[in-house]
């Protein structure tokens, strides 16, 4: 065996996500880089700081936002572009719902899986030609087989059964106009990657990710946060007639919609006690927080064949 | 670093080959499961899928089956990337499907991997598909391979048995040329040798699998291999505020092999100017060196033009510049290739227009013989010779996996239609 440096799993994930970024750059005439204020795609402004600076990004920011994100994230979305100098590029549901391209089943109906719409609008008016995300192959079993860089045709589709093959790190990001390219750079990460690089790279997260007190009800064995107050004025999730709320403290170990997302008990008020939590905990992130993908064995691959990143 | 991460042994990438059959999914779910990674609600929800199937113990296959397709067929179709860590070290397992349609699936698995474990059916010995999958591997430059010889359970946990099945292999893997090989009894089924050693297999002293890959080289050994950095984006933020950046020129690229420090004479391909290193650096900040798999940043100390699709190397160690390359190359799309066509080749960050030149001879996988071809399907593997129109600047890819790989992309549809290995 020949003695070589090796590199830290973090510091190889690192590498290989720069360079992932720098290929959509090089292949790619017209990227945006998906940008939600949530913890991974906050790894993924760090990564292409490392990626590009002292350049600017050569790619704007992009939020899908649904109208029921947490104010929160929202004001931290917005900080962290301004700190950062960059282009940020807000589209949202609502007003695809105005345009009536978004008809939601009823009024309380989960905006999560329209934002595929209101995506597929912005692709077309800004004439991306590849979007990066920050999508990770643990989050879920049909992400596990999607490609680093992912193939969508005209409507946006994935079609799992014929993906483009990807050998070594060549990358083919390729496409005509129309199509597109999703790219994945920290496809091979997994949550306890992504609180670790956290910790080590100091990185500043919107508060709801760290333990604080809120009320909640108890839906079907489900932590659910009640009376959300909204950027727009109003609150998500009104509690129901009848409903015990609680002063639970709780913290997010994944931020979207709030109509889907829970949080989970938790006391971890800094990044290191949430690294401990992260080791020691039974039950898979998505598993925990995610009411959206526990309707069927198969919604994500379903949601991401009809255009969800 | 965090006071719960002791050592840091960094990554290993390593393929599991084998069928259902084998066990090759209850070996990467047994691996998860006692590595802990499988959390209760996914154990759940495989243990209420399992019950519905109508079988008596949780299916840990189950875990790996990830498309719908897949598990209403109950065969895996596509590679999988899997992740597991212990604390010391984090693992992505690619899994490929075994049938032989699914060739190329190996081949991309295996494009990423350090080390291959070979499944081997106890009861069975060595298959045909015991032999594909080894020469793939080899084909591919896996540097290490694991014979797992699984099910011993079902074969009375026999010493006999187990050294039957490796003289076996070892005799055939002379032939191949395969150096680094282990063997370990298993029983996937009940945990024997994954990550404890269990009671049933007692006469066997070696470390177990966990053990195995707990100390297997995280990368390949490129420590005397030459400097090559393609580039992949060049830096160049004239109209910043900052004036002191008005004369950068960043020439950014991950370094397929080798080293590289400040001072470095360097040769810029294809132009062949030279200059040296000004600075090397790593996320906007100096360093002095920088090494293989690194994304990094370099500063020439003269103006050379640069772009997207150059590679820089040390002066002293030169590739050729080759417009005609001899490769084994997998096809890997349904329609075969078209010897009237011009195909895309790239290479590193470079692109050039191919024309096959020639179809020297298929490889039979099974047979591993070299038969006479006149044209090449889907999963076939030959060995050919393409015609180039820019020059690549490329090693033979058993030195280098870096600079000896390429992928074919059929310009019409944007598909990769097959992989390449430079001989």
Known sequence: MTQRSTLSHLDWLEAEAIHIMREVAGQCSNPVLLFSGGKDSICMLRLAEK?????????????????????????????????????????????????????????GESRNKHQSVTLLEAIEEFG????????????????????????????????????????????????????NIRAFPISNWT??????????????????????????VMRQGSIVPVNVPLVGGGVANPSKDGEEII??????????????????????????????????????????????DQTSDASMEQRKKEGYF | MS?????DHGLLRFLTCGSVDDGKSTLIGRLLFDTKTILADTLSAIAKT?????????????????????????????????YFSTGTRKYIIADAPGHEQYTRNMVTAASTANLAIILIDARKGMLTQTRRHSKLAALVGIPHLIVAINKMDLADYSQETYERIKGEY??????????????????????????????????????????????????HTEHTEKFRFPVQYVCRPQDSANPDLHDYRGFMGRIESGRIKVGDAVTVLPSGRESTVKAVQLGGVDISEAFCEQSITLLLADEIDTSRGDMIVKSSEVPAAVKQIEATVCWMAEAPMDRARTYLIRHTTRDSKAKLAAIDHRLDVNTLEKVPAEKLAMNDIAQVTFKLAQPLFADPYLENRGTGAFIIIDESNNNTVGAGMIL
Not at chain 1, 191 to 216: C, N, T
Request: glycine share 8%.
């Open chain 2, 3 to 7: 006071a719960h991460q002791v050592e």
């Open chain 2, 170 to 219: 070892l005799e055939f893997a002379a032939k191949v040329g395969i150096e680094d090989i282990r063997f370990i009894p298993l029983s996937a089924l009940n945990g024997d040798m994954i990550v404890d050693r269990g009671d049933n297999l007692n006469w066997y002293e070696g470390p177990t699998l966990l053990e195995m890959l707990e100390v297997a080289p995280a990368a």
């Open chain 1, 128 to 179: 991306f030609d590849a979007c990066i995300g920050g999508a990770r192959r643990d989050e879920e079993k049909a992400r596990a087989k999607e490609r680093i860089f992912s193939f969508r045709d005209e409507f946006g589709q994935w079609d799992p059964k014929n993906q483009r093959p990807e050998l070594w790190s060549l990358y083919n990001a390729r496409s005509h106009k129309g199509e």
């Open chain 1, 51 to 107: 990626a590009f600076r002292p350049g600017k990004f050569p790619f704007p920011l992009m939020h899908i936002d649904t109208g029921h994100n947490y104010k929160e994230v929202v004001a931290f979305r917005d900080k962290r572009a301004a700190e950062l100098g960059e282009r940020l590029i807000v589209r949202s549901v609502e007003d695809s719902m105005a345009r009536g391209t978004v008809v939601l089943k009823h009024e």
């Open chain 2, 50 to 82: 399992s019950e519905k199937r109508g079988m008596g113990a949780v299916d840990l296959s189950l875990l790996t089956d990830g498309l719908q397709a897949e598990r209403e067929q109950g065969i895996t179709i596509d590679v999988a990337y899997r």
């Open chain 1, 191 to 216: 949550e306890m990657d992504v609180w670790q690089y956290i910790e080590r790279e100091g990185l500043e997260l919107p508060s709801i990710y760290f333990a604080h007190k809120r009320p909640i």
């Open chain 1, 247 to 292: 002063d639970l403290q709780v913290r997010f170990r994944t931020v979207g919609d709030i109509s889907c997302t829970a949080p989970v008990e938790s006391d971890a008020d800094d990044v290191s006690k949430i690294v401990f939590e992260t080791a020691t905990t039974t039950i898979t992130e998505r598993g925990a927080t995610r009411l959206d």
